[in-house]
Antibody, heavy 118, light 108 residues
Framework: QVQLVQSGGGVVQPGRSLRLACTVS????????IHWVRQAPGRGLEWVAV????????SYGDSVRGRFTISGDSSSNTMYLQMSGLRTDDTAVFYC???????????WGRGTLVTVSS | SYVLTQPPSLSVAPGQTARITCGGN??????VHWYQQQPGQAPVVVIY???ARPSGISERFSGSNSENTATLTISRAEAGDEGDYFC???????????FGGGTKLTVL
């Protein structure tokens, strides 16, 4: 059973940066992608970004493009979400999830809370 | 951008059938995935590619998708089915993944 273990998160001031990590127990290079999905308090799910482990595919949602960057470390099966220029409306639980092309997100991390506040 | 519309809430009595809709322009031409999210937990896929059910998901869960509406049907609803349900599609034109706003299901 594949597992996604998340780390990072916490409280950060507006305008500052923060990095989240998602470590995957087993990776199928060439097919596996990691998505980041966030959920503001009491709100719905918002897709944030995706990157394939082989680096061939990367895409960002409108609300984070230019501020957030996904990178990957194949040696540790870890995907990172570097968030900069954080705003109060970025406050949310951030989940990483595994996908493959058009497939559903069939494995999720437990989520990590990011709070942007002065 | 493509928009998915779900009713914010739905209540059904135990044992009845819950039908959660997801509206979108020609959504029948797209593949729809459905997720269940219970309080404090990560989402879990309950239906993928419109009608497929993952192993471990009750056969009471089924899906359909036609024209402008996709539907998640939960038969013989139980208290344990309560939670938030989200539909999802992949917009291949923009390479964005889109979620519906979610439907809070109450069984009482």
């Amino acid at each position: 059973q594949v597992q996604l273990v998340q780390s990072g998160g916490g409280v950060v001031q507006p305008g500052r940066s923060l990095r989240l990590a998602c470590t995957v127990s087993e990776v199928a290079f060439g097919t596996d992608e990691i998505h980041w999905v966030r959920q503001a308090p009491g709100r719905g799910l918002e897709w944030v970004a995706v990157r394939s482990f082989d680096g061939s595919r990367q895409s960002y949602g409108d609300s984070v493009r230019g501020r957030f960057t996904i990178s990957g470390d194949s040696s540790s099966n870890t995907m990172y979400l570097q968030m900069s220029g954080l705003r109060t409306d970025d406050t949310a639980v951030f989940y990483c999830a595994r996908g493959r092309g058009a497939d559903s997100f069939n494995v999720w991390g437990r989520g990590t809370l990011v709070t942007v506040s002065s | 951008s493509y928009v998915l519309t779900q009713p914010p809430s739905l209540s059904v009595a135990p044992g009845q059938t819950a039908r959660i809709t997801c509206g979108g322009n020609n959504i029948g031409t797209r593949s729809v995935h459905w997720y269940q999210q219970q309080p404090g937990q990560a989402p879990v896929v309950v239906i993928y590619y419109d009608t497929a059910r993952p192993s471990g998901i009750s056969e009471r869960f089924s899906g359909s998708n036609s024209e402008n509406t996709a539907t998640l049907t939960i038969s013989r609803a139980e208290a344990g089915d309560e939670g938030d349900y989200f539909c999802q599609v992949w917009d291949t034109n923009t390479d964005y993944w889109i979620f519906g706003g979610g439907t809070k299901l109450t069984v009482l």
